[in-house]
């Protein structure tokens, strides 16, 4: 049988050689070995490099000595312009150290020129090798192609994505990585997801994953809470999907992040059930509460009974001593709820000197022996204010809640009616040895009004608390001016010309100090515990009473004081930021400014001075200016303070703002930072479709410029309900906090989550 000749291969073959001899004998030995031959010959460098450039070559074969080049420069060359191409060496003769150099160098064999029959396998070799090296190649580009195609899939998704096999991580995205803390995926892989999720929730998630491995819907909660790497917790939403990756069946769950959403919600629920200041459910809610207990009088038949307090004694505190003395004393008094009533028992602070207690499982005679234990108590919880002792009497009334009550209104306005029934004397307050007691008038000569009984129909509801935040036992008090280092630059100094009783009254108080700084904070909806406060000004009386603003700012613009008083807040309000900061705690002051103060040319140089006195950042200042102040401006001044504040470190908030953002679009970009909208503009606005539109639109326009929107001028919880609807992102008002002179609301959201009412604030140890 005739043998089959093997299929001619096609070589393009790059000859360096000043023999055309040794060159056609090259070539006529490799089509006798059934080579299809492109061939050219080069004998010097230059022609080598153009040859390279020009031409696409399988293997160059290089003589070693020539007259004007040599191989090793020859391979030298090769390896500089195609590094992957083959140097075969052809030599006359070599000794072996030359040998071992050349190979070293980079040859891929030296043969002799008189054993030329090695160079046919030589080359078929390297011909072999290059094929296969080619193959891989390829196989390897494929595959990355595959790979980053896939990998530009799923890191180019929006959400986080990760695959499992039988629970355990096989591949994730770096966004998933990032939501749960890893740093690369070899810290994830064959980690059970199981482990991500909470304890509380596996069963769900179990039940998750098997029904869509067998296509079947999940009718449950599709919200799990997981833990990250370091413990904390995050809040997911997962979708699955049965898919195929690296050749294996496995699930593909899709996760979005909704931590900050599940805060948003759970801070918006817990302000709508809470009182602000002791931490209590409010009168809403607990109505709520009650027609829960009512409904299920009617199946289960337990005995529960409602305790009702009014501490009537309040009023005359608050009056006497201020609404902060009148909230120290509150709190003690929920905490002493709290430490004497039962787990089972529900509170609720339904007016301003109104609580409302509810004891399940409990009997009239029970509730009767609780009551009187409350009184007792109360009588023991003192406050000690300026050497004088304080304490709040109580009316109470019991009302028992059985299957023929009518409704939670009833319920409550029998409570009502009964309380006013027992009216103890009021007691005056316990002076401290060697004071003298100081006597209310009104408190020792009348005793309290009883309430009348009403229909349910006719119940009043009590006046709502002045609600105040959960406040920071520890916190001390800002360092006084005197131990804070003063700025090089003095402030200028008020007039002591003759004017009107009121000027002179703020040119006294600026040169006597008499001015006196109170903060309200600013609280992020969306559940950021950073610190942020708005710093205002009263005047101190001459009987030591807090004089307001609006009493003396109108004298203060009109005689040119204001500059002066800004200059004074300023000063004041950068010493108490830097007590702040060096206590750890990294506040915001904002600062409101007036038309005067933003005209004066050496104000921001002065401020600059304070802050590094202070050793404060200028970014944890806001300077509140109002939108009117803003537009009658100078156009020039306006720049040269947005350049002064922009080298601070500062931003401005711009104050009153109106429904549109024409103030913000007229100035540098970077320079406004937030928008204050006020209560009644947001009033209106939920109540006329045309301008609700306006303020959704100027909102989500503001975001997009990175300017944050905040609501004030909240006075109830009912006024939360259009601020989260219209998207705003913080609020402000007396609802949350009075302005007060302590520095202590609690920004922490950690217990709003616990909507239990046995989750007591920390605050309640004041």
């Not at 006529?28 to 696409?56: C, P, S």
């Not at 209310?440 to 105040?468: E, G, H, I, L, M």
């Not at 679009?665 to 930072?673: A, D, S």
């Not at 302590?742 to 920004?747: A, C, K, L, Q, R």
């Amino acid at each position: 049988m005739e043998k089959k000749s093997p299929d001619k291969r096609i070589l393009r073959l790059l000859i360096v050689d000043d023999s055309p001899d040794d060159t056609d004998l090259l070539a006529k030995n490799l089509r006798i070995a059934r080579f299809m031959l492109k061939t050219d010959r080069v004998t010097d460098a230059a022609g080598l490099q153009h040859a390279l450039d020009k031409g696409k070559w399988d293997l160059v074969v290089t003589e070693d000595k020539l007259k004007n080049f040599t191989g090793r420069l020859a391979l030298e060359t090769v390896k500089r312009l195609n590094p992957t191409l083959p140097v075969i060496v052809y030599a006359n003769e070599i000794d072996d150290a030359s040998m071992v150099a050349i190979m070293h160098a980079g040859a891929r064999d030296v043969v002799i020129k008189s054993r030329n029959a090695r160079i046919i396998p030589a080359i078929e070799r390297e011909l072999d090798v290059a094929a296969a090296r080619k193959e891989y190649r390829n196989m390897m580009d494929m595959a990355k192609e595959m790979e980053d195609k896939h990998k530009a899939m799923v890191a180019g998704a929006k959400d986080a994505m990760c695959y499992i096999h039988d629970g355990v991580h096989l591949d994730a995205n770096q966004l998933y990585l990032n939501l749960f803390g890893y740093s690369t995926l070899q810290d994830l892989e064959a980690i059970p997801v199981l482990e991500l999720i909470d304890k509380e929730d596996h069963e769900r998630f179990k039940t998750l994953l098997r029904k869509a491995a067998n296509n079947k819907p999940f009718d449950g909660s599709t919200e799990f809470t997981c833990k990250k790497n370091d413990g904390t917790a995050v809040y997911i939403d997962i979708s699955v999907a049965n898919v195929s990756h690296k050749g294996e069946n496995c699930q593909q769950l899709t996760v979005k992040d909704i931590t900050k959403r599940k805060a948003a919600e759970n801070r918006l629920k817990y302000l709508s059930q809470r009182d602000p200041l002791t931490g209590l459910y409010n009168r809403h809610h607990f109505t709520k509460l009650l027609s829960d207990v009512i409904e299920k009088l009617k199946t289960d038949k337990i005995p529960t009974a409602l305790i009702y307090i009014d501490l009537y004694d309040l009023k005359d505190i608050n009056a006497e001593l201020g609404y902060t003395t009148g909230d120290r004393i509150l709190l003690k008094i929920t905490k002493m709820f709290r430490e004497s009533l039962a787990e089972k028992a529900t509170i609720a602070r339904v007016g301003g000197d109104e609580f409302a207690i509810l004891l399940e499982d409990s009997t009239l005679k029970d509730a009767k022996k609780t009551a009187d234990i409350l009184k007792q108590q109360l009588q023991k919880t003192l406050l000690i204010d300026k050497g004088q002792k304080h304490s709040c009497n109580c009316a109470t009334s019991i009302t028992l809640i059985d299957d023929a009550s009518l409704n939670a209104q009833d319920i409550m306005a029998r409570a009502v009616a009964e309380c006013g029934d027992e009216t103890p004397e009021p007691k005056a307050a316990t002076p401290a040895p060697n004071q003298k007691p100081v006597v209310n008038q009104q408190a020792a000569t009348d005793k309290p009004k009883p309430a009348q009984p009403a229909q349910a129909s006719k119940v009043t509801t009590p006046q709502q608390p002045r609600p105040a935040p959960q406040a920071k036992p520890s916190t001390p008090a800002p360092k006084p001016a005197a131990e804070m280092p003063k700025p090089a630059a003095a402030r200028p100094q008020p007039a002591v010309a003759q004017a009107s009783p009121w000027k002179q009254r703020i040119q006294q108080a600026l040169k006597e100090n008499r001015f006196k700084l109170v903060y309200q904070p600013i609280i992020n909806l969306h559940g950021d515990a950073d610190e942020f406060f708005e710093v205002l000004v009263r005047m101190i009386g001459d009987n030591g009473h807090l004089i307001p603003p609006g009493e003396f700012f109108a004298e203060a613009e009109r005689s040119g004081l204001m500059k002066d008083i800004d200059f004074w807040v300023t000063e004041h309000a950068v010493e108490a930021l830097g007590s702040l900061h060096s206590d750890g705690r990294k506040a915001t002051f904002f600062i409101n400014l007036s038309l005067a103060t933003c005209k004066d040319k050496n104000f921001m140089a002065w401020v600059k001075e304070s802050l590094e006195s202070a050793r404060v950042h200028g970014s944890h200042l806001v300077f509140e200016l109002e939108e009117s102040d803003i537009a009658s401006g100078n156009e020039d001044t306006n720049k040269e303070l947005m350049e002064k504040l922009t080298s601070l470190g500062s931003v401005i908030s711009i104050d009153n703002c109106g429904l549109t953002l024409d103030t913000i679009l007229n100035l540098p970009r970077q320079c406004v930072g937030y928008m204050k909208i006020n209560r009644a503009q947001v009033s209106v606005a939920a109540g006329n479709v045309d301008k609700r539109d306006s303020l959704t639109a100027m909102l989500a326009m503001a975001t997009k410029l990175e300017v944050k929107s905040v609501a004030k001028g909240i006075e109830d919880a009912h006024s939360l309900t259009d601020l989260w609807t219209f998207g705003f992102q913080y609020v402000q008002g007396n609802y949350f906090q009075h302005a007060d002179s302590e520095i202590s609301y609690d920004f922490t959201p950690e217990d709003e989550t616990e909507l239990s009412s046995d989750a007591m604030p920390s605050s309640w140890s004041r």
